[in-house]
């Protein structure tokens, strides 16, 4: 089964990242990233079961890298036998040099974000 992904309607861009910091403590994942305007975006992902950074070409799949999206019909969810209530979400991250254009992937339980100028 090929997973489908629902684009999300957020607040902030993952294109042309010009910084990005991911770090995780306490099953929460935190992500701050400033786009080519310089606006900065922090994404929490809390009650986290699982993350990975992916730059492997995602081609195979109907997502492009600098949006974000809901993953449904995940294998890698149905791993966790406790998954209801968790959500596969996936960041493309489209970065500027040298920050390396990929795929942030979480299973979480919520996902809470803020933008600054």
């Not at 010009?18 to 990233?33: D, G, N």
């Not at 209801?84 to 979480?106: D, K």
């Amino acid at each position: 089964m090929n997973p489908k992904f629902e684009e999300l309607n957020v607040t902030f861009s993952t294109a042309d990242v010009s910084s990005l910091s991911i770090v995780y403590s306490e099953r929460a994942l935190t992500v701050v990233f400033a786009n080519w305007q310089g606006t900065k975006s922090i994404v929490v992902f809390e009650q986290v079961a699982a993350y990975k950074w992916d730059e492997s070409s995602f081609e195979h799949i109907d997502a492009s890298p600098d949006r974000t999206y809901r993953v449904h019909e995940s294998e890698w969810l149905r791993r966790w036998p406790e998954n209801v209530g968790y959500t596969h979400y996936a960041l493309g991250f489209c970065g500027l040099a040298p920050i390396s254009t990929g795929y942030l992937e979480v299973i979480c339980k919520t996902m809470r974000t803020q933008t600054k100028q």
